[in-house]
């Protein structure tokens, strides 16, 4: 078993910055994976970013691409985002899961995680 605390969410402004943390606990078999994802109201679930954590490899969404950036400190048992420049359709509840198979699908959510944090809200708005 796994679990995830997701915390570093809140308001900012656009063109802002906030850092997302998500404390890890469990076994690291089930901790191949570690990815962010993101559910606007309305909207599908679906990945923001990835990291394949024994070799650091990562994956992002295009929308993301160059603004966010996924972390990991082993030795703490945390898994980070941070996101510059945010735009109000970043705007999303942010999720950090940890699974195995495989980390990056460009078509939702990958099947392999399966360990999941509460959410924590991001709102960007003027």
């Known amino acids: 078993q796994v679990q995830l605390v997701a915390s570093g969410g809140g308001s900012v402004q656009p063109g802002g910055s906030l850092r997302l943390s998500c404390a890890v606990s469990?076994?690291?078999?089930?901790?191949?994976?570690m990815g962010w994802f993101r559910q606007a109201p309305g909207k599908e679930r679906e990945g923001v970013t990835s990291?394949?954590?024994?070799?650091?490899?990562?994956n992002y969404a295009d929308s993301v691409k160059g603004r966010f950036t996924i972390s990991q400190d082993n030795a703490n048992n945390m898994l980070y985002l941070q996101m510059n420049s945010l735009k109000p359709e970043d705007t999303a509840m942010y999720y950090c899961?940890?699974?195995?198979?495989?980390?990056?699908?460009?078509?939702?959510?990958?099947?392999?995680?399966?360990?999941w944090g509460q959410g924590t809200q991001v709102t960007v708005s003027s």
């Open positions: 899961a940890a699974g195995r198979g495989d980390c990056w699908s460009s078509r939702g959510v990958p099947a392999g995680y399966g360990f």
């Open positions: 469990g076994y690291s078999y089930y901790r191949f994976c």
């Open positions: 990291i394949r954590t024994a070799d650091g490899y990562t």
